[in-house]
Nanobody, 122 residues
Framework: QVQLVESGGGLVQAGGSLRLSCTAS????????MAWYRQAPGKQRDLVAS???????NYADSVKSRFTISRDNARNTVNLQMNSLKPEDTAVYYC????????????????WGQGTQVTVSS
């Protein structure tokens, strides 16, 4: 069974920094794209940043130049470095990974972490 476990959330003042990490564990063949999403109270879950297995990245306009996504393929880990945090960044952040479970069946299945709270005070 595949699990994504997140860490690194917390409370920080505006202008501060936090680093989120997410590690995939269990039995699987490979990981394709990994991503971070966030969901604020009463709002939909939105993409924050994503990174392909070849390290191609994509960012939401609201976080460009402030957040950096990276991954360590050997450790099945994706990180999100968040700088210059703003109160509007407050949300539950979710890790997402598209995983190929079996070597000879090239089907990707999305997996989600449990979420980690990020709160930015003004």
């Amino acid at each position: 069974q595949v699990q994504l476990v997140e860490s690194g959330g917390g409370l920080v003042q505006a202008g501060g920094s936090l680093r989120l990490s997410c590690t995939a564990s269990g039995r699987f063949f490979s990981i394709n794209t990994m991503a971070w999403y966030r969901q604020a109270p009463g709002k939909q879950r939105d993409l924050v940043a994503s990174i392909t297995s070849g390290a191609g990245t994509n960012y939401a306009d609201s976080v460009k130049s402030r957040f950096t996504i990276s991954r360590d393929n050997a450790r099945n880990t994706v990180n999100l470095q968040m700088n210059s945090l703003k109160p509007e960044d407050t949300a539950v952040y979710y890790c997402n990974a598209d995983i190929q479970n079996l070597r000879y069946i090239p089907t990707l299945r999305p997996y989600w972490g449990q979420g980690t709270q990020v709160t930015v005070s003004s």
